[in-house]
Structure formats: C-alpha cells, structure tokens
C-alpha cells in the first residue's frame, strides 16, 4: 500500500525526483506508523511528530497541498481504531471538556468557512488541516496516558534534528554567504534559519517548546547525550532571531522550574539543569550574532563584496520565506503587524460571533506581489477567523488543560513530564502572539502529550511515593 500510494502521489504531483523523494518519505512514514501502533505507540507519535516537523516540504496535489504527516495521521488514526482492544485505552471521559471546546473551535471555524468566507473551499480545506492536526493530539493524549516521558526521547529527538539541520545551514552561511540555502532573508535584513521548517519564526517556536522536555530528560537522567541534545536546542534557537521565540521560552523555563520548585524539593539534578540552560542559553544568544554576521559571512567562501568589505552588499543569505516580504528594522515590523491586525479586527466587525472563516484574512487581502497575507498575531486570528465563540472556546481549552497540568504536577510520578509539557505549550501561547501556527500538527501534538501528561488510565492522576534524584520519574 505504501508503494502503491507512493507511485500515486507522485503522479499526482509535478512529477519531479524532489516530489518523488517527499512522497516515498511521506508513505513510508505512513507504514511505520500503522507498523508501530501495536508494538510501540508512543513511537507512533514520535514518527507522527518527525514527519509534521518537516513543514517547509509538501506536495502540491489537485486538490490542494498535501503535508508529509497527514498520510502517517491517517494511518495513525486507522491502526488505533483497528487495534484498540490490544492498546488499552484509557477512558477520555476526564477530557471530555478539552475535546468539547476543541470542537467548538472547530465548529465554528467551520460554520464561518461555510457561510462568510470569499473561497469556502480553501478555507475548509484548512480547516480539515486543522481537524487532522487535533486528531493527531487527541490519539497522542491518549496513547502516552501514564507514560508521558517515554516521549520525550522522540520528540526532543526530532526537534534535535531539526535544530541540527538548522545548525549546518548556519555554518554553510557563514562559509559561503547568500549561495547557502534554508536560511531566510532579503536585503537589508537580518538572516533568520528555518531549517526544514515553513519559516523561521516556527522553527524557533518548535525549538523553544521542544527545550522544556529537554531541560525535564536531562534532569531526570544526567547524560551526556540528553546534555548534549539540551545544549543543541538551546543554541540552535538563537539562529532563529525570533523575539516571540525567546520570550515565550523564557516563558516556559520559568513555568517549569517554577512548578518543579514549588511542588519538589531542589536537587543536584535540578541544579545542573539549571546550569546547562544558562551556559547554553548564553551560547545561544551569541553565537547568531557571529555566525549570521553579514559583515563575516562568505569571507571564506565566493561571496561578493562591496568596496572589498566581505559581505557588505547584502544584509542576509537566501530569500524570503514564503509569502512574506520581510520588515527591515523593528519598526517596520511593529507597523507590519498592527496594520494587518487593524484591518483585520475591521473585517471581524462584519461576523462577530462566528467570524470571518479559516485563514480568509488572505483571500480578502493580498500584498504588492498578488500574493495572500495573513495576521500574524494569533489571538486577534483566531478572533478575525472563528469569532468571539472560537476565540471564548480556545481560551477555555487553554484554561482547562493548564489546570489539568497544574494538578498533575503535584503528582510525584506525573509531576516531572507534567510541568515539561504544560511549559512546552506556555512557550507556544507567548511565542504565537508573533506568528501563527494553530493548524500545524507540531501543535497540537506537543498539546495533546500535555493532556495525556495529566492521565493514568482513571480518571484522575494517584499520587504514588517516589525518591527525587537521579533516575527518578
């Protein structure tokens, strides 16, 4: 099946060897996930997870994009309902407030797609997007229910990659100048990696949400590898150059050390945690400003030069992300974005309650190219697309799973990976402010890993003695 759905996503697709690769990768992804749902599900998650990671590559399809998990989603969601009296599910009845207000969102999202939208079809077609990521998230929460960590592994594991990828891209623009690729930016503008991410504001937000769970694998087990893989995220970040990214980070670690302080007792493990975010952290903040110096850059490679100064005649390497024409100083950005935010609260007028439909900001507004623009501000998106309803409901969801995460976390065998995960989806709140990324998968499994953090297989997490310290739960 795997070969045969290969063969028809390729031709399908343009037809090139690149498409071909993507849709080999996208359908063996598919089979090892179905393969591994019986065997080893948190695997299946972590496959799931991988594939969503690789945004910036798709398949354009003639009925729209196709995205490198969303076969594996499918897949996933097939072998759980195929296998379900072998995995031993636990009961959803203790999520059943999360998944309604999800569904509100979705709902409503829905109905405005329907009914206000210019292009219904492409805004349900995100919106199907949407509903597939949430599914990966609910499968997620419950196939880790009681063994939140032995995620972790899988998920650090694939933001490691990521971040590593992203690395390499680094030095290559530190060698070569503009010819280096995955790195973003135009003239006059700071170069920003994205890696194999949509664009780098996601790639620095998936880093900083990944670095919690790894800042909690380190702590539980000092390695040198989980030190090593902590110190990766947390330097790989800074290539980003994303604000949002750093703030919703620092976000994050203040949640999780908070809890961790406030419901356990500091501990050598702890501490050196603590101290491989700092060192790291540092790391991190400096080494971009060397690395995508556009002063520096290429002066060992073939890059041209303006008035023999290496570098000086362009301000980054590559181009622009996709559909973005890039501010040049903060400034321009801060406009950037309140102008689009203020046209859209403007639209939000004409559907209030329900709003304007999936990602139609685009369909009703386009820049100097022709092409779509979006609002780059999450809440004031999901106002303009699902209404005062959607945006009361994801509040709610938000809301209900922080509460959740905040009783687990005073559990001695949940509390660990609870406080992680809950901290992960605090860097995604404060870092989508700046962006936008509700409908990718990345989301809404690290959301979901967060509520199946907070479950046991019964209603409510037991508490069950433990001793902190090295090689604790």
Not at 62 to 72: D, F, I, K, S
Not at 271 to 287: E, F, S, Y
Not at 330 to 344: C, H, I, K, P, S
């Amino acid at each position: 099946m795997a070969v045969l759905g290969t063969a028809a996503l390729w031709l399908l697709s343009t037809g090139t060897l690149f498409d071909a690769l993507k849709a080999s990768a996208a359908m063996a992804g598919a089979a090892a996930t179905a393969f591994a749902v019986p065997r080893r599900p948190v695997a299946a998650i972590g496959i799931v997870f991988l594939l969503a990671c690789f945004s910036r590559l798709v398949i354009e399809l003639p009925v729209g994009t196709m995205r490198l998990e969303q076969p594996a989603i499918a897949a996933l969601l097939l072998a759980v309902v195929w296998h379900r009296r072998r995995l031993e599910l636990p009961s959803a009845r203790p999520l059943v407030p999360l998944i309604a207000a999800a569904a509100l969102y979705l709902g409503v999202l829905t109905l405005s797609s329907l009914l206000v939208a210019p292009e219904p079809l492409a805004s349900l077609r995100m919106v199907l997007w949407t509903g597939a990521s949430m599914t990966a998230g609910l499968i997620a929460a419950l196939l880790i229910a009681g063994r939140a960590r032995s995620a972790f592994p899988y998920l650090v594991g694939a933001g490691s990659i990521v971040a590593a990828i992203g690395a390499l891209a680094a030095i290559a623009y530190f060698l070569f100048g503009p010819q280096a690729s995955l790195i973003s930016g135009s003239s006059g503008t700071i170069p920003k990696v994205y890696s194999v991410v949509h664009e780098a504001n996601l790639y620095a937000s998936l880093l900083g949400a990944l670095i919690p769970l790894a800042v909690e694998q380190f702590r539980h087990r000092a390695t040198l590898l989980n030190a090593g893989l902590l110190a990766l995220l947390l330097i790989a970040i800074g290539l980003g150059v994303t604000r949002g990214a750093y703030v919703g980070l620092l976000v994050g670690l203040v949640v999780y050390f908070g809890l961790r302080l406030i419901h356990a007792r500091p501990t050598p493990a702890l501490r050196r945690a603590a101290l491989v975010v700092v060192l790291a952290g540092t790391a991190g903040l400096l080494v971009p400003s060397i690395v995508l110096n556009a002063d520096y850059a290429g002066a060992l490679g073939t890059r041209p030069t303006v008035d023999g100064r290496p570098g000086s005649g362009n301000g980054s390497g590559g181009q622009p992300g996709p559909g973005k024409e890039e501010p040049r100083d903060e400034l321009a950005t801060w406009e950037y974005r309140m102008q689009r935010v203020n046209t859209g609260l403007a639209d939000f007028r004409s559907s209030p309650m329900i709003g304007m439909g999936a990602y139609s900001y685009g369909q009703r507004h386009q820049d100097v190219a022709g092409r779509p623009e979006t609002i780059a501000v999450l809440p004031v998106a999901v106002l303009h697309d699902a209404g005062i309803i959607g945006l009361a409901a994801l509040s709610g969801f938000v809301a209900m799973l922080g509460l959740r995460a905040w009783r687990a976390s005073r559990d001695p065998v949940l509390g660990g990976p609870a406080s992680a995960l809950i901290a992960s989806v605090a860097v995604l709140v404060v870092a989508y402010v700046a962006t936008n990324a509700l409908h990718f998968a990345v989301t809404w499994v690290i959301i979901g890993c967060a509520a199946g953090a907070t479950l046991t297989g019964r209603d409510e997490p037991q508490p069950m003695p433990v001793v902190e310290g090295r090689g604790a739960a």
